[in-house]
């Protein structure tokens, strides 16, 4: 018999009241991608001729992810009255195509689901008995709420009994239906047709469809499961279970291709991450959607990366933070503390330390001190910075964008940038030093050593005169500096220097002047 056409319904109406989420369900993600996307790739790895998929009404993200896929479309299910009526509605899609193809309904909160599966499903209808209708079962460790299959003497399906409609005896039967169906076109959308919704929840249910074909005399069989890879999400803890079992096949699968987890089960790696050749990753590192790792890079832990290009021979961390938009050149270093937003690295380039970089362009063996910040955004836009090849950017620089500074540049540390600088330009922009000799000797003097409290004697402490608070307004303090001045010029000399360390060391005595300071004048 030869292979008719595949059609593939995948089922996504539902809003899944069970996940207490405002999101359609089959949006919720596994691995940093929809549970959809996870079983439209399994579904896509088989070529189907063509792929409906079922959604709800004003689900556009879901129509946006099934767009992205080869000859798929989306039907809406207006009203949620079952995953039979859902099937009716892309049987309706269909049009009469759905009657010459094999129709494989797969339920889109099924994300672990494997394209061999599927594959031995549609094997299965070519046996020399094909059978008309198949169903995927599986016999979980705990059968929860799952539908029950119920086997004729022949092995075929009698009937599926949902958990809420079945009894006690029911309940008893470990093998479930995993939710996913073949069947022939020209027999299964007829029976589609003739269901009804006369059970526990009112809904059209598709797993009736068994029952109708038996007792039209169709033959229908079953195909057994690894339960791991057919646990359907209902809630929060299904998904984290699900979740749990593809991160230990994304760690399997890393390792197979010679990645060096030193510690896996503490690395998150996401569905779509790529790995070149003797790539280490150390403990503790999250890798989100869309990261490449090329040959020999190592991510050292505590680091967070997604959307970065990290190029051969690159070391990130420890405690790094790549954003999207980010490509980090041929064996860059981005040491700790280092937050990288949307800026390409040339090769060999570094910034070691507490930076920020962001929206920039840095060339190659480029130099970013400890400190430096790339001040791209002005409260209303982004702006650009670019930093030449070989530059060298001292440390705790604020680079203000747009700003340019040229190839092989030196900035000093410490410098606020707000205009280019040349190409081998050097550019210093802080406030000069001044020095006063022996000044800290004097300021002891006058003060203790900082920090030795312990010279006074408490009971020997006297409250502090009022002294002008800082911040007061220029023309009155400098007024009152005047008049000090003339008393206290003479009296700075006379008094002694443990009556002024009095007045500092007791914290208690200085509020008051403080206190009637603007600062606090401005609150009333
Ligand atoms: C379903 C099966 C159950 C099986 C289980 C496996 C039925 C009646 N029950 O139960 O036997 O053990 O899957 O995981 O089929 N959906 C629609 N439109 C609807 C209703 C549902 O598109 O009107 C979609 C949902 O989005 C979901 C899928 O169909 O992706 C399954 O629906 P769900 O409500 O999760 O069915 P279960 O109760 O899990
Ligand atoms: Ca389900």
């Not at 690894?226 to 699900?242: K, M």
Request: net charge positive; proline share 6%.
């Amino acid at each position: 018999m030869p292979e008719a056409e595949l059609v593939v319904v995948v089922l996504a109406a539902g809003q899944g009241t069970r996940m207490k989420s405002s999101r359609p369900k089959v949006l919720h993600e596994i691995a940093g991608r929809p549970m959809l996307a996870h079983v439209l790739d399994s579904v896509a790895a088989l070529a189907p001729d063509r792929v409906v998929v079922v959604a709800g009404p004003g689900m556009e993200p879901v129509a946006e992810l099934a767009a992205a896929y080869p000859r798929t479309e989306i039907a809406v299910q207006a009203q949620r009255l079952g995953t039979g009526h859902a099937v009716a509605v892309a049987g309706a899609a269909l049009g009469t195509a759905r009657e010459a193809a094999d129709v494989l309904v797969v339920c889109g909160d099924t994300p672990l689901l494997r394209p061999e599966t599927l594959r031995s499903l549609v094997a299965r209808r070519y046996h020399a008995d094909a059978p008309d209708l198949l169903c995927l079962a599986f016999r979980p460790q705990n059968p929860n709420q799952y539908g029950r299959v119920v086997l004729d003497d022949e092995g075929g399906v009698r009937r599926i009994v949902e958990y809420a409609d079945a009894d006690e005896s029911e309940r008893a039967n470990d093998l479930c239906n995993a939710g996913i169906l073949l069947g022939d076109g020209a027999v299964l959308f007829p029976l589609v047709g003739a269901l009804g919704n006369d059970n526990a929840k009112g809904e059209y249910y598709l797993t009736d469809v068994f029952a109708l074909a038996a007792a039209a005399g169709r033959r229908s069989a079953v195909v057994e499961g690894d339960p791991e890879e057919v646990l359907g999400v209902n809630s929060q803890a299904d998904r984290a279970q699900a979740e749990e079992v593809f991160h230990m096949r994304l760690l399997g699968r890393a390792m197979a291709e010679g990645v060096t987890l030193i510690d896996p089960t503490t690395v998150w790696l996401s569905a779509d991450t790529r790995f070149g050749q003797d790539v280490v990753i150390e403990p503790a590192v999250f890798v989100g959607p869309g990261v490449s790792l090329g040959d020999g890079v190592r991510v050292r832990a505590f680091s967070y990366l997604e959307g970065v290009r990290i190029e051969a021979g690159a070391v990130i961390g420890p405690f790094a933070r790549l954003r999207p938009g980010s490509v980090i050149g041929p064996d860059a270093r981005i040491g700790n503390f280092v937050e990288v937003k949307n800026a390409v690295l040339g090769a060999g380039a570094k910034a070691n330390h507490l930076s920020y970089v962001g929206d920039t362009a840095v060339g190659a063996k480029a130099n970013i001190g400890a400190g430096t910040i790339t001040c791209n955004y002005d409260g209303i836009a982004k702006h650009r910075t670019e930093i030449g090849a070989g530059a060298f950017i001292g440390s705790n620089t604020a680079l203000v964008a747009p700003v340019r500074v040229g190839d092989g540049a030196i900035v000093g540390a410490g410098s606020t940038i707000t205009r280019d600088v040349a190409a081998d330009s050097l550019a210093v922009a802080r406030g000069a030093q001044r020095e006063v000799p022996q000044g800290a000797a004097r300021f002891r003097a006058r003060h203790g050593a900082p920090g030795d409290s312990a010279q006074q004697a408490p009971g020997k402490m006297k409250p502090a005169k009022k002294k002008p608070a800082k911040g007061k307004p220029v023309k009155k303090a400098a007024k009152r500096a005047t008049a000090k001045k003339a008393t206290a010029k003479k009296g700075a000399t006379k008094k002694s220097a443990s009556k002024k360390t009095a007045k500092r060391t007791s914290a208690g005595t200085r509020r008051p002047a403080s206190r009637g300071g603007p600062r606090s004048r401005k609150r009333k």
